[in-house]
């Protein structure tokens, strides 16, 4: 397959030329020409979502092989090509039954892939915990976290850490030789967080949200990851954060910003009243909250949705670009196989034209939209 006359997004910029691919791309740039004529549309790299718990009315935690194809498929449509299916905070037992699902699933071939598992909770800081249930929180815990890597068939790429909780220390030391850590739902200082940091950790999970506020004397999380180099999280639903604080950390972190979704099982479904890991939410107008209180609970967006208000907040449309693709493929230890157009990796990549609307999908190089 060959499309050309399009601009390309490459190392970071977009550029004209054209692409070459079978299930890998053979080649990219102004030298391919030919195939079809995309008369100016963009091509970019397959979105990757690294945090979203659901859509359709479907949880990555409910243990549904069926459940995660008709998620996989919603993905998909809307330009998300991997995904990382995202757990709650729920007892071993459940969350084991859902590590066994994800392990045994079988993508569709309208459906997107799944590039790893996030596991966010249950090591959590309970003054923190937001819309996960307290119930089912435990102390970091590394001997529980291999077990549930197992599992999944050693698919955990990202697990999320309240660093403040006894033995998270130890626990980042061990579990970040296996993969990605996160500092999120935390109650930490800014020392806190800069020794786990320097124990292994490396990113942070939906900054701002469920942790400690920025301040001028106690700069906490949010300073301790600019000044670690660490990758952080947004959820640019709108809601989550304001348009000024998503332009803020984009001209602070830069190339170590990762837009994801948050999305729960109400993401592509009417208002009304859900479930979010046993507890009871209600989405309003787009709006998803724990029932009867004012606390935000996930988004109901697609990452695609959440590239577009991004742009339409003011990032540059090429750094919210490398935000959903390349850096959160590199956050999960995966950038030697997609996240970029370049040769040899997948052949995912989106189409969209100059208003960012979805024209075409590929995943492996075949076409599913």
């Excluded at 107008?285 to 695609?304: D, F, K, W, Y």
Aim: hydrophobic content about 45%.
């Amino acid at each position: 397959m060959k499309l050309s006359n399009a601009n390309l997004f490459l190392d970071g910029r977009f550029v004209p030329g054209g692409i070459r691919f079978s299930n890998v791309i053979e080649a990219v740039g102004p030298e391919v020409t030919g195939g079809i004529d995309l008369a100016g549309a963009y091509v970019i790299p397959g979105l990757i979502d690294i945090h979203t718990h659901g859509a359709m009315n479907e949880d990555a935690s409910d243990g549904k092989p069926e459940g995660l194809v008709k998620m996989a498929r919603y993905y998909a449509a809307g330009g998300v090509t991997s995904w990382c299916p995202t757990t709650m905070t729920l007892q071993e037992p459940e969350l084991t039954r859902a590590m066994e699902a994800i392990r045994d699933f079988r993508r569709p071939a309208d459906g997107a892939k799944v590039a790893g598992v996030h596991l966010e909770g249950p090591f959590l800081s309970l003054k923190k915990c937001g819309a996960q249930n307290p119930d089912n929180l435990h102390a970091p815990d590394a001997a529980m976290f291999h077990r549930l890597n197992d599992a999944s068939g050693h698919r955990v790429r990202l697990v999320t850490v309240a660093p403040e909780e006894p033995g998270a220390l130890p626990f980042i030391r061990e579990v970040s030789q296996t993969c990605a850590v996160s500092l999120g739902h935390t109650t930490a200082d800014y020392d806190t967080a800069m020794a786990a940091y320097a124990a292994g950790a490396s990113h942070a999970t939906h900054l701002f949200n469920a942790m400690p506020a920025l301040n001028h004397r106690e700069p906490g999380v949010v300073a301790a990851a600019l000044d670690a180099g660490a990758t952080v999280e947004l959820i640019t639903d709108g809601f989550h954060i304001h348009p000024a604080i998503v332009r803020l950390v984009h001209r602070l972190f830069g190339e170590k910003l990762v837009l994801i979704s948050d999305s729960l099982r109400c993401a592509g479904m009417p208002d009304g009243d859900y479930e979010l890991g046993g507890l009871p939410i209600t989405l309003t107008e787009g709006v998803a909250r724990l029932r009867g209180s004012s606390t935000l609970a996930g988004s109901s967006i697609h990452l695609m949705d959440g590239l577009r208000r991004a742009v339409s907040f003011g990032v540059p449309l090429e750094a919210a670009v490398l935000a959903a693709t390349a850096v959160p493929a590199k956050v999960i230890r995966r950038d030697r196989e997609i996240g970029a157009l370049a040769p040899g990796l997948a052949a995912d990549l989106l189409i969209l034209d100059r208003d960012l609307r979805l024209q075409a999908v590929y995943i492996d190089g075949a076409a599913i939209r």
